[in-house]
């Protein structure tokens, strides 16, 4: 089974700074999705970014980034020039392209605050 | 194109009683899944299904939980005689295929019911 890992239970950032989130997964498979939602306190769960493992490049959004590491299984996610917007909860998960399950396996989240 | 729908927003339920959670997917999209949110935790998965099949249901709860996806209408998360434990946000997402490239397989969700069970 797929376990996804996020370390940082709470993450701080000064206005228009730059903020990394971190993610890391354990799969014995070679092809699958990794993704981050962004659950702002309406609760409505957004999708930030996605990330197709067998693409070496990395996925931007705008001032969305990620660092996907294959070999280490890690999949970062880069915030640029943060604005008070992005406060929220961000999730990382990965789902499986090799199997018939389709289901999203979740990390425990990150909370972001963004300070003025 | 409206996105992912869900009603009610919020319900409450005495223990004992049932709850009925409904999903309406995206337009095109013919595919349901189910998660589960309980305070302060991730989401984790129950049901996934297609127009009248389930076809995987390895995140449900083996009792008082059910969940449907008739030919017509809305896709149904039914709990009956429900507990305090089954408080939390429930979520619906869909996506138009599960095969077929990363825009096909995305799922979206719908912005959640809130069970609070008393």
């Known amino acids: 089974a797929q376990t996804v890992t996020q370390s940082q239970p709470e993450m701080s950032v000064q206005e228009a700074e730059t903020v990394t989130l971190s993610c890391t997964y354990d799969?014995?498979?070679?092809?699958?999705?990794l993704f981050w939602y962004k659950q702002p306190p309406s609760r409505q769960m957004i999708l930030v970014i996605r990330?197709?493992?067998?693409?070496?490049q990395n996925a931007t959004e705008n001032r969305f980034s990620v660092n996907f590491q294959k070999a280490a299984k890690s999949f970062s996610l880069k915030i640029s020039d943060s604005q008070l917007g992005d406060a929220a909860m961000y999730f990382c998960?990965?789902?499986?392209?090799?199997?018939?399950?389709?289901?999203?396996?979740f990390g425990g989240g990150t909370r972001l605050m963004v300070k003025p | 194109n409206a996105g992912v729908m869900q009603n009610p927003r919020h319900l409450v339920r005495r223990r004992g009683q049932e709850a009925r959670l409904r999903c309406s997917p995206m337009?095109?999209?013919?595919?349901v899944y189910w998660y589960r949110q309980l305070p302060e935790e991730g989401l984790k998965f129950m049901v996934y299904?297609?127009?009248?099949?389930?076809?995987?249901e390895s995140g449900m709860p083996k009792e008082r939980f059910s969940a449907e996806f008739p030919k017509e209408g809305p896709s149904i998360l039914r709990i009956q005689q429900v507990v305090r434990g089954d408080s939390a946000a429930y979520f619906c997402?869909?996506?138009?295929?599960?095969?077929?490239?990363?825009?096909?397989?995305?799922?979206?969700f719908g912005p959640g019911t809130r069970l609070l069970v008393l």
């Open positions: 997402a869909s996506s138009p295929r599960t095969s077929g490239g990363p825009e096909e397989e995305t799922q979206y």
């Open positions: 799969t014995s498979e070679s092809d699958y999705y």
């Open positions: 990330q197709e493992a067998y693409k070496q």
């Open positions: 998960a990965y789902r499986s392209a090799e199997n018939a399950g389709n289901m999203l396996t």
């Open positions: 337009k095109g999209h013919s595919h």
């Open positions: 299904l297609q127009k009248e099949n389930i076809i995987d």
